[in-house]
């Protein structure tokens, strides 16, 4: 735990939920890390300390840039596929996974002032609605520590009609659960595997609080679906996979969906990135058990991740990475093929409509290589000094051409390779701002421009 200045308490110091009096200290319920502070101390995730004898949270509204990406980024195969989300990630995280995807944001140590933007819980419904955006995604960094924005900005959201996606690791208390309950429609979970050494040496939290809060979920309503990062030599054996399948078919279901995702080399852990192989087999192991549905993630190939009709075998939704198109299910949501109801919850309300441009000018433009890049995604970087504008996105050598908006206020989107046979994505802008790109290395990572070393300037 960390001491820090009175002097430097700012105005995004507000009074937090979940702790109690513990004697000289305090002691946060939110996470079951429960933290005991003594004034003048921040928690482990750094973004939540005791003032003057009151637990605060210190990143009300703090975030890294809106982003405007897929369903499908946040590991969600069954709820409206293709949708399009606007992914808020906050800054500090209960856990310090050794291989963690986005360590220049969730460790606060490591954060740079040019990645955090501030957002009020209106903001973020009128970036929504200004961009024609039906589902905000609390994401990246885990939300659990931005607890008191995420409860504010979801309430707002199902007042104005926005469904809410919740991707965590969920290390939370069952208290805080309850609550998110009450305001988020999908849950997206990372079971970081099934070994309580492996979760306590290499993401410094424990499993069984996580099954406990899953198995929560699923007793309720809500959407759930679960990803386990495959990591080299950490859980890749099929141990953790086989263990994994067998605990959702006995405590959630065969019904809920395994999301298999390959991980990349990143901070403290270096090992090579999962193979395709790797995660093939373990998707053997996992339908072997009896789960219905096993995806891969961060595979860009053919016929890995596709929904098919468990009565006739029918491809009801393909998949090509993040590309999506819902090809055999019927306004009921039933086969077309054969009448089976299928798992997809409001299959067509993800199809976004096409915008036509007539009168399309360009202004500035960039073309981006996949192959030279060896990525299959990225973010567009608009500069955020900017009013509304029009993007033309073409493929090539062979693809539609699309149009897409981005208003005042946002500054970034994502862009995925569709097809195996895509080799160049041109973007062009039809107004005069810089335009840039930032390699998206898997698809829960959020791209920083200058990571480099610590600023508290935020957080105080
Ligand atoms: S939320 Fe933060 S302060 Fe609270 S127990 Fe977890 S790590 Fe500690």
């Given at each position: 735990?960390?001491?820090?200045?009175?002097?430097?308490?700012?105005?995004?110091?507000r009074?937090?939920n979940?702790?109690?009096?513990?004697?000289?200290?305090?002691?946060?319920?939110?996470?079951?890390r429960?933290c005991?502070?003594?004034?003048?101390?921040?928690?482990?995730?750094?973004?939540?300390?005791?003032?003057?004898?009151?637990?605060?949270?210190?990143?009300?509204?703090?975030?890294?840039?809106?982003?405007?990406?897929n369903?499908?980024?946040?590991?969600?195969?069954?709820?409206?596929?293709?949708?399009?989300?606007?992914?808020?990630?906050?800054?500090?995280?209960?856990?310090?996974?050794?291989?963690?995807?986005?360590?220049?944001?969730?460790?606060?140590?490591?954060?740079?002032?040019?990645?955090?933007?501030?957002?009020?819980?209106?903001?973020?419904?009128?970036?929504?609605i200004?961009?024609?955006?039906?589902?905000?995604?609390?994401?990246?960094?885990?939300?659990?520590?931005?607890?008191e924005?995420?409860?504010?900005?979801?309430?707002?959201?199902?007042?104005?009609g926005i469904?809410?996606?919740?991707?965590?690791?969920?290390?939370?208390?069952?208290?805080?659960?309850?609550?998110?309950?009450?305001?988020?429609?999908?849950?997206?979970?990372?079971?970081?595997?099934?070994?309580?050494?492996?979760?306590?040496?290499?993401?410094?939290?424990?499993?069984?609080?996580?099954?406990?809060?899953?198995?929560?979920?699923?007793?309720?309503?809500?959407h759930?679906?679960?990803?386990q990062?495959?990591?080299?030599?950490?859980?890749?054996?099929g141990?953790?996979?086989?263990?994994?399948?067998?605990?959702?078919k006995?405590?959630?279901?065969?019904?809920?969906?395994?999301?298999?995702?390959?991980?990349?080399?990143?901070?403290?852990?270096?090992?090579?990135?999962?193979?395709?192989?790797?995660?093939?087999?373990?998707?053997?192991?996992?339908?072997?058990?009896?789960?219905?549905?096993?995806?891969?993630?961060?595979?860009?190939?053919?016929?890995?991740?596709?929904?098919?009709?468990?009565?006739?075998?029918?491809?009801l939704?393909?998949?090509?990475?993040?590309?999506?198109?819902?090809?055999?299910?019927d306004?009921?949501?039933?086969?077309?093929?054969?009448?089976?109801?299928?798992?997809?919850?409001?299959?067509?309300?993800?199809?976004?409509?096409?915008?036509?441009?007539?009168?399309?000018?360009?202004?500035?433009?960039?073309?981006f290589?996949?192959?030279?890049e060896?990525?299959?995604?990225?973010?567009?970087?608009?500069?955020?000094?900017?009013?509304?504008?029009?993007?033309?996105?073409e493929?090539?050598?062979?693809?539609?051409?699309?149009?897409?908006?981005?208003?005042?206020?946002?500054?970034?989107?994502?862009?995925?390779?569709?097809?195996?046979?895509?080799?160049?994505?041109?973007?062009?802008?039809?107004?005069?701002?810089?335009?840039?790109?930032?390699?998206?290395?898997?698809?829960?990572?959020?791209?920083?421009?200058?990571?480099?070393?610590?600023?508290?300037?935020?957080?105080?």
């Amino acid at each position: 735990m960390t001491d820090f200045k009175a002097e430097n308490w700012r105005s995004n110091s507000r009074p937090a939920n979940y702790w109690h009096n513990a004697g000289e200290k305090i002691q946060c319920d939110l996470c079951p890390r429960h933290c005991e502070l003594k004034p003048g101390q921040k928690g482990f995730c750094q973004v939540r300390g005791n003032v003057e004898g009151e637990m605060h949270t210190f990143n009300y509204g703090i975030s890294v840039q809106a982003t405007i990406e897929n369903i499908e980024t946040e590991a969600v195969n069954h709820y409206r596929p293709g949708s399009k989300i606007l992914s808020m990630g906050n800054v500090g995280c209960m856990m310090a996974c050794s291989y963690c995807q986005n360590w220049q944001t969730s460790q606060v140590k490591f954060l740079n002032d040019k990645n955090v933007h501030h957002y009020t819980p209106q903001d973020v419904i009128d970036l929504a609605i200004e961009n024609g955006i039906e589902i905000i995604s609390w994401t990246y960094n885990d939300p659990v520590v931005w607890q008191e924005f995420v409860v504010d900005t979801s309430r707002l959201a199902h007042a104005n009609g926005i469904k809410t996606l919740y991707k965590s690791a969920l290390y939370i208390e069952e208290e805080p659960l309850k609550e998110l309950i009450e305001v988020i429609d999908i849950f997206s979970v990372s079971l970081k595997g099934m070994d309580p050494e492996m979760y306590k040496k290499q993401t410094k939290g424990e499993l069984q609080p996580v099954l406990d809060r899953i198995k929560l979920i699923g007793q309720t309503d809500r959407h759930l679906e679960i990803s386990q990062l495959v990591v080299t030599d950490l859980n890749d054996d099929g141990e953790d996979a086989a263990k994994t399948a067998i605990w959702m078919k006995e405590n959630l279901g065969t019904h809920i969906p395994l999301h298999l995702v390959a991980y990349h080399p990143a901070f403290r852990y270096t090992k090579e990135r999962t193979s395709i192989e790797t995660l093939l087999k373990l998707r053997e192991i996992v339908l072997e058990i009896g789960l219905e549905y096993c995806y891969l993630g961060n595979v860009y190939a053919d016929n890995v991740s596709n929904t098919n009709c468990k009565s006739c075998n029918e491809k009801l939704v393909q998949r090509f990475g993040l590309s999506v198109e819902v090809k055999a299910i019927d306004n009921n949501g039933n086969c077309s093929n054969c009448g089976t109801k299928t798992p997809i919850i409001e299959p067509k309300m993800g199809v976004s409509k096409k915008i036509e441009v007539p009168n399309f000018q360009p202004k500035r433009s960039l073309t981006f290589d996949w192959k030279k890049e060896a990525v299959n995604s990225l973010h567009i970087i608009v500069d955020d000094k900017h009013k509304d504008a029009f993007l033309r996105i073409e493929r090539l050598p062979v693809g539609e051409v699309e149009f897409l908006k981005i208003t005042a206020g946002l500054e970034r989107l994502i862009l995925s390779k569709s097809n195996a046979q895509e080799l160049l994505l041109s973007v062009q802008i039809d107004i005069d701002v810089e335009l840039d790109f930032l390699p998206v290395l898997d698809r829960a990572h959020f791209p920083v421009k200058n990571a480099s070393t610590s600023s508290d300037k935020y957080l105080n």
